[in-house]
């Protein structure tokens, strides 16, 4: 279980293509504060259906978008 399963779950429940997140909005759904780690992280999120599109360090925001290869947990 990885300690971005929360943000991977509210990611998943969304109906759009594309979901723009702010860090802080992020680090409200994680509980925690997003970091580093977080570039290595990104990749379990193709098994919910989903990639990181883009990362803004100026916007501080993070674009993902459907990958449409969601797979079994």
Known sequence: MSKYNPLWTYIQGQS??????RFAEIETICGLPIDHSFLQYKKELLAYGWQVERISMKQQTVRFRKSGQETQR
Not at 16 to 21: A, C, F, H, S, V
Request: proline content about 0%.
């Open 16 to 21: 759009g293509q594309t979901l723009l997140l």
